[in-house]
């Protein structure tokens, strides 16, 4: 199956906007992706006193997407406040290049993903939040499902109202979760699986992750 790619991805993977090193970054920070190995660090700097971003890189060890997605949030961070970058979501980047295959969308996920922890790492240096902010419950993971991609459909397993159950123990760190598996999905499966156990173990406090598939009637969600 070949992956058509929009001329704006194919422009940003051939020409990178913002690639490289900062010396004098005043936050760096490198995010992965488990699942598919690739790799994405931002170093950023920032203005203290009008918390705009002045200057930004990134360096890519990852697939075309995930290239051509860092390269376009450089543009769309560089010139807003740390706030502002904190608003983005993964479709701002996607809707900017004119689109992605469903199939690479978390590509887009694992760069915003990059960028809000670069933010984040410089309010956690500049005592503007404590570390604190990832205590475990229930909306955490709501908010990490919802950065979780049918790689099918393109659309959170959240946004496509799959997840039928979700139980959090927090002092156990345990994190269950039922979602509704159709017919076209199963082959993705795996994928999702995998998808799910990342960025819910990226939580702070979580040691076990159980996801339970059940079936789905409705081929079409
Ligand atoms: Fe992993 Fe694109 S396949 S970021």
New binding site residues.
């Given amino acids: 199956m070949s992956i058509k790619y929009s001329d704006k991805v194919i422009d940003h993977f051939k020409s990178p906007r913002n690639v490289g090193d900062l010396p004098e970054a005043d936050a760096v920070v490198t995010e992965g992706?488990p699942?598919?190995?690739?790799m994405?660090t931002f170093a950023l700097k920032i203005n203290p006193e009008t918390r705009v971003i002045e200057d930004i890189r990134f360096r890519s060890f990852?697939?075309?997407?995930?290239i051509a997605?860092a390269s376009m949030a450089t543009l769309l961070a560089k010139g807003k406040t740390v706030d502002e970058v904190k608003t983005l979501k993964h479709h701002d980047i996607t809707d900017a290049l004119d689109g992605l295959p469903a199939v690479?969308l978390?590509?887009s996920v694992?760069?915003l993903d990059g960028l809000k922890a670069a933010v984040h790492r410089w309010e956690i240096d500049h005592g503007l939040v404590d570390d604190e902010t990832d205590i475990l419950d229930k909306q955490h993971v709501w908010t990490a499902l919802e950065d979780v991609i049918n790689p099918r459909s393109g659309i959170s397993v959240v946004d496509a109202k799959l997840i039928t159950d979700l139980r959090v123990e927090p002092d156990e760190g345990s994190v269950f979760i039922e979602m509704l598996l159709c017919d076209l999905d199963e082959r993705f499966a795996q994928a999702i699986e995998e998808e799910i156990r990342e960025k819910v173990n990226a939580l702070k406090g979580v040691k076990k992750v159980m996801v339970q598939f059940k079936p789905c009637q409705h081929a079409g969600h």
């Fill in positions: 992706s699942a598919c190995g690739d994405i990852g697939c075309a997407s995930n997605t690479k978390h590509c694992l760069a």
